[in-house]
C-alpha cells in the first residue's frame, strides 16, 4: 500500500510569513496533486507534478516535486488570511489500478 | 470549464429510506468517482467508474449502489443506511483511468448526507 505522509497536519501563523507543507513516502508516484478545500466544499485542483525535481509557481504558492518523485511541498510566500483552509496532497499509484492516494491534510490558518 | 455538479447539496434521511445522489460533468471525461469524507479526514475512495464500467470497488458495503447511465452521469443509490455513514460525499471526474502521469481529478462540491 502506498501511503503519504503530510506535515503538519495544522499550522497558524501570522499574515505576511511563509510557510511550507510537506507531503512524503517511502513509494514512487507517477504524478503528485496538491488541492485545497474549504469547509463544506469539494477539493480544488492547485497544481500537478510530474516530472521529478519539477517546479511549478502559482502567484505566491511554490510546489516541487522530489527527483526520485517520493515527496512534495507547497511553500506560501507573504501568507494571506485569504490562503486560509485544508489542503491536500494526492499521489497517483503506480502499482495495480490508478487512483489517487491523499495524505491527511494541512489545515492552514492564517490570523490577520 | 472543470466543473462538476453535485445534486443535493445536503441530504438528510432516515435508516429505512431509499436516496440517491447525482453528480454530472460535460468535459468529455471517461472516468468517475465517488469518494466518501468524514470530518477532518481524507477522501476516501468508494467506486471508480472507467468508460462507463465500474473497475474498482474499495469493498464498499452493498447498501451503496453506484450507477453510471451515461458517460456524463454518475448515481450514487442508497438504501438501509446507518448513522455511520453521514459524511460529505464527493463525485470526482478525469480524462481517463489511463491518461498515463497527468491524471488529474476534478472534484464537485459534495453532498452532505445525515442519516438520522
Known amino acids: 500500500t502506498q501511503l503519504l505522509e503530510q506535515s503538519p497536519q495544522f499550522l497558524s501563523i501570522q499574515e505576511g510569513e511563509n510557510l511550507t507543507v510537506y507531503c512524503n513516502s517511502s513509494?514512487?508516484?507517477?504524478?503528485l496533486q496538491w488541492y485545497r478545500q474549504e469547509p463544506g466544499e469539494g477539493p480544488v485542483l492547485l497544481v500537478t507534478?510530474?516530472?521529478?525535481?519539477e517546479v511549478k509557481k502559482l502567484k505566491r504558492l511554490t510546489f516541487q516535486f522530489g527527483d526520485a518523485r517520493k515527496d512534495s511541498s507547497l511553500h506560501i510566500t507573504a501568507a494571506q488570511p485569504g490562503d486560509t483552509g485544508l489542503y491536500l496532497c494526492?499521489?497517483?499509484?503506480?502499482?495495480?489500478?490508478?487512483?489517487?492516494?491523499f495524505g491527511q491534510g494541512t489545515r492552514l490558518t492564517i490570523n490577520p | 470549464d472543470t466543473e462538476v455538479t453535485q445534486t443535493p447539496k445536503h441530504l438528510v434521511m432516515g435508516m429505512t429510506n431509499k436516496k440517491s445522489l447525482k453528480c454530472e460533468q460535460h468535459?468529455?471525461?471517461?472516468?468517475m468517482y465517488w469518494y466518501k469524507q468524514k470530518a477532518k479526514k481524507p477522501p476516501e475512495l468508494m467506486f471508480v467508474?472507467?468508460?462507463?464500467?465500474?473497475?474498482i470497488n474499495e469493498s464498499v458495503p452493498s447498501r451503496f449502489s453506484p450507477e453510471c447511465p451515461n458517460s456524463s452521469l454518475l448515481n450514487l443509490h442508497l438504501h438501509a443506511l446507518q448513522p455511520e455513514d453521514s459524511a460529505l460525499y464527493l463525485c470526482?471526474?478525469?480524462?481517463?483511468?489511463?491518461?498515463?502521469?497527468?491524471?488529474?481529478?476534478?472534484f464537485g462540491p459534495g453532498t452532505r448526507l445525515t442519516v438520522t
Open positions: 513509494s514512487v508516484f507517477s504524478s
Open positions: 507534478v510530474v516530472t521529478g525535481g
Open positions: 470526482a471526474s478525469s480524462q481517463g483511468p489511463l491518461a498515463g502521469a497527468y491524471y488529474e481529478q476534478y
Open positions: 468535459m468529455g471525461h471517461r472516468a
Open positions: 494526492a499521489g497517483v499509484t503506480r502499482q495495480g489500478a490508478q487512483k489517487l492516494v
Open positions: 467508474y472507467s468508460y462507463e464500467k465500474l473497475s
